[in-house]
């Protein structure tokens, strides 16, 4: 089983920078893909961004060039630094993480574990 702890999370103004973070916990060594998704009440939940065990990269369109997530595979964390806020990245963001490799911006179905979700809320 895998746990997955969000943070970093908050409010700030047009034009600003949050950084989440996202700490795995348990049986990790067979983790090959994280990621991070994002949901509007009413929406579905959208792939964000995702990266394999080797750092292989991949982002949605709505974020590539202002978001960049990373990781460091000693700590089992997962980062996503968001750039260039505007008020419609003002959503849930869950982070994610699945057995199977990366394939695109989701965290692939099958074998995925999920946090409990960061508020981000940005201001106009």
């Known amino acids: 089983q895998v746990q997955l702890v969000e943070s970093g999370g908050g409010s700030v103004q047009a034009g600003g920078s949050l950084r989440l973070s996202c700490a795995a916990y348990?049986?990790?060594?067979?983790?090959?893909?994280m990621g991070w998704f994002r949901q509007a009440p009413g929406k579905e939940r959208e792939g964000v961004a995702a990266?394999?065990?080797?750092?292989?990269?991949s982002y949605a369109d709505s974020v590539k060039g202002r978001f960049t997530i990373s990781q460091d595979n000693a700590k089992n964390t997962l980062y996503l630094q968001m750039n260039s806020l505007t008020p419609e990245d003002t959503v849930m963001y869950y982070c994610?993480?699945?057995?199977?490799?990366?394939?695109?911006?989701?965290?692939?179905?099958?074998?995925?574990?999920w946090g409990q979700g960061t508020q981000v809320t940005v201001s106009s």
């Open positions: 348990g049986l990790t060594y067979s983790i090959h893909c």
């Open positions: 994610a993480a699945s057995h199977r490799y990366c394939s695109g911006p989701a965290v692939p179905p099958g074998a995925r574990y």
């Open positions: 990266i394999d065990s080797d750092g292989r990269a």
